[in-house]
């Protein structure tokens, strides 16, 4: 098949301003798309996240939330302190699971969405 050279999520909120306010603020991504109804922000290269006024979207928000946003990091621990110092709850501190070569932290965003945080500690691709 041919190259695909990147990645969008869209995700859907009934308060399109406070999720932009998390993800631009909170989380210090850089919105790279600005169409008054539904934003973009760059996570990492060629891989973004889409933010959409669940009003006028073609799909709309629900309570189930069935979708985990995971962003990939190379210092969990600085992560973990930027967010408790910026007021996000956490549910799950950093761990690592005894079965895998990582450590996840997870909360949810505004909306209720999970966002996970995830360092790999053996990399499972390129080099480390």
């Known amino acids: 098949p041919p190259d695909s050279e990147g990645l969008i999520t869209f995700t859907y909120y009934d308060d399109l301003e406070k999720a932009c306010q998390f993800y631009g603020g909170v989380m210090g991504f850089e919105e790279v798309i600005d169409v008054d109804f539904a934003k973009v922000y760059k996570v990492a290269e060629n891989a973004h996240i889409g933010l959409v006024d669940g009003k006028r979207g073609s799909l709309k928000p629900s309570e189930d939330k ?23 709850e956490i549910d799950q501190p950093p761990k690592e699971p005894p079965y895998l ?21 053996e990399k499972p691709y390129g080099q480390g």
């Not at 946003?69 to 992560?79: E, G, L, N, R, S």
């Not at 990582?102 to 209720?112: H, I, Q, S």
Request: proline residues 5%.
């Open 66 to 88: 069935p979708v985990m946003i995971t962003v990939i990091v190379d210092d969990i621990d600085a992560w973990h302190r930027h967010l408790v110092e910026n007021g996000v």
């Open 101 to 121: 070569r990582m450590k996840t932290l997870l909360f949810r965003d505004p909306e209720g969405y999970v966002v996970e945080m995830l360092e790999f500690l």
